[in-house]
């Protein structure tokens, strides 16, 4: 058996111990999943400030090919270009109007207003190739952009294209939240609302820029990543979930191998101090009136991750270690402690499973005397089963020790007997009082007449030496009736009950109702 192990840790530090890997994991992950959202959002504001600017772009292109395309003209005197100037600012995209400026710095020819008298000319600065204005006399307060290009000509210094804002300021717009674009052009700056502004300054607040190659201008986008990380995190809960999820499994995971991480030694003796050895009952039932006359005890692990363990599962390994005398004493002192407190049936059998190494232990009679004095002098009879898988050493040590126990009123029973090589041996050597007959006889009855041969001759054997007989694995009418007519005293087996606590043990109501005169009797009777 691979035996599960919870180490001595207090409940407190076994829940820390297990946290902390699910929590190292949520953090690891955690961080991870920022990392990815982090890369994915920088990806993300990377590819919409090159799309923004390659848009804004276009619209300058649009701007430069129209304003070209004037200068190309052969003729730019106003009176001859203006129709055409007041055709291309209408039917360009983006274009809202254009003028020619002569070489003092004066507009002479504009495509709204036609040649211009004197008095409205003005002077225009023709330095900057691209320029954003607050607005012109028709429109003071919706920002324009001014694309200047110079004409490599005599008649004429060059052209001014203007655009409407209402073009870029689309271009800017975006959805998300928490990032704010800007198209920036010498020291003035245009926002997605057509607004002329300087970017706030915000804490934690960040400012990527793209500039174009082919104009002085650049797309910049001022941003918050933790806004944008909190607002990714909540787009995309389920990736938050997995790893909560994950985490927890792996907390869960770890708290198994934490539990099951002992050597199986350690784990027979915390198991022994945590009183996970628990006695379960068997009810014994006499021949005579078929009623409970005593129980034999048998050990389960309690196991806190396992359930309920049996007890081939670790007998052999503990009576191997020799963790059997502890784990045995345990289960004496608990079954004590729970039937010595209540008024038992007077010779009330109490059988024990005891293994060879409690046999050479030496504990073994005080132990019995304070098994029997939890319960009134003389009112139980304790019978303690030696079994054959482990050799007992007979010599004058082992009687010297039956006959301690005999004087205490305890009684030996040799168990599963007929099965191993050497139980005639210890009916010759050892002082017996009891035989239990092996449940592979007693289920050969009425199928199998070998079975049913030995059955007999151990209990005529029994009979000529006058020990009592238990049969056990009592599991129907056809083997009762036999058993009880071939002269057993003790019958236990699935056909009365199945082993159970003590708790349920107590609510059965075949031993509180026995009546107790028959029984007594029956029980002088059985019992030689
Ligand atoms: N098929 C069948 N089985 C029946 C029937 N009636 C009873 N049994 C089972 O037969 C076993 C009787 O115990 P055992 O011969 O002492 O055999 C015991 C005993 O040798 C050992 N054991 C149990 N408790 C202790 C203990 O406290 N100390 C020691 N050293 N060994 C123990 O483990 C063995 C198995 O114990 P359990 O699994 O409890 O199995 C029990 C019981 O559940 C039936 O009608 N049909």
């Known amino acids: 058996m ?54 804004i772009e276009q619209i300058v292109d649009q701007a430069q090919r129209t304003g070209e395309s004037m200068l190309q ?15 291309q600012a209408t039917a360009q995209p983006y274009v809202r109007s254009m003028r020619l400026i002569d070489h003092v710095g004066r507009v002479y020819c504009d495509s709204v207003i036609g040649w211009h008298a004197p008095a409205y000319s003005q002077e225009y600065p023709r330095t900057e190739r691209l320029q954003l204005w607050r607005g012109n006399r028709l429109s003071p307060w919706h920002p324009l952009l001014m694309l200047w290009l110079e004409a490599k000509r005599a008649d004429v210094s060059g052209i001014q294209v203007v655009v409407d804002s209402d073009y870029l300021k689309d271009r800017l717009a975006h959805l998300e939240r928490d990032s704010w674009f800007y198209l920036h052009i ?19 607040w960040q400012q990527r820029s793209l500039a174009s ?4 201008l650049a797309v910049v986008m001022d941003y918050s990543m933790p806004k944008m990380l909190l607002q990714r995190l909540g787009q995309e809960p389920d990736q938050l979930i997995l ?63 396992d359930g309920m363990v049996l007890p081939e599962l670790f007998i052999p390994f503990a009576e191997s270690t020799g963790h059997i005398v502890a784990m045995t004493r345990s289960l004496m002192q608990q079954t004590a402690a729970q039937l010595g407190a209540l008024t038992l049936p007077a010779g009330f059998q109490i059988s024990i499973n005891v293994s060879a190494a409690y046999v050479a232990d030496g504990s073994l009679p005080a132990d019995c005397a304070a098994f029997l004095s939890a319960f009134p002098p003389g009112s139980i009879r304790l019978t303690l089963e030696l079994t054959e898988r482990e050799l007992i050493t007979t010599g004058p040590d082992t009687d010297a020790l039956l ?55 151990i209990l005529q054997l029994a009979a000529k030496l006058g020990l009592t007989v238990v049969a056990e694995g009592v599991e129907c009418m056809q083997q009762e009736d036999y058993l009880r007519q071939h002269g057993a005293h003790l019958l236990q087996g699935y056909r009365y009950a199945r082993p159970m606590p003590i708790s349920e043990f107590l609510l059965r109501p075949e031993w509180h109702n026995r009546p107790s005169e028959p029984r007594t009797r029956a029980h002088a009777e059985v019992h030689p």
Not at 13 to 36: C, D, E, F, K, S
Not at 73 to 87: H, T
Not at 248 to 254: N, Q, R
Not at 274 to 302: A, K, S
Request: aromatic share 10%; with cysteine; charged share 20%.
């Open 73 to 87: 003209q052969p003729s730019l005197d106003c009176q001859l270009i203006y129709p055409e100037m007041r055709r």
């Open 213 to 216: 190659t082919r104009y002085p």
């Open 403 to 457: 006959v301690q126990l005999h004087d205490l009123g305890v009684r030996i029973a040799i168990d599963d007997f007929g099965t191993g090589h050497s139980s005639l041996s210890y009916l010759q050597k050892m002082d017996v009082d009891e035989l239990k007959i092996d449940r592979s006889f007693v289920a050969g009855i009425g199928s199998d007449s070998l079975s049913a041969d030995i059955l007999d001759s």
């Open 186 to 204: 010498g020291d003035r700056w245009l926002d997605e609302n057509g607004s002329m502004t300087f970017p706030q300054a915000r804490p934690y």
């Open 243 to 305: 790893l909560l999820l994950f985490s927890c499994t792996f907390s869960w995971g770890f708290h198994r191998l934490l539990l099951r991480s002992g050597a199986p030694s350690r784990e027979l003796q915390r198991a022994v101090r945590q009183q996970e050895f628990i006695p379960y009952l068997q009810p014994l039932v006499d021949t005579q009136h078929l009623q409970w006359c005593g129980v034999e005890v048998l050990m389960r692990w309690h196991h806190p991750l």
């Open 2 to 55: 691979q035996f599960p192990s919870i180490e001595p840790l207090g409940r407190s530090q076994r829940i820390l111990l297990t946290m902390l890997p699910g929590l190292a994991l949520l953090m690891l992950g955690g961080l991870l999943m920022l990392y990815q959202f982090h890369a994915g959002i920088q990806h993300s504001l990377e590819v919409q400030l090159a799309d923004k600017l390659e848009k």
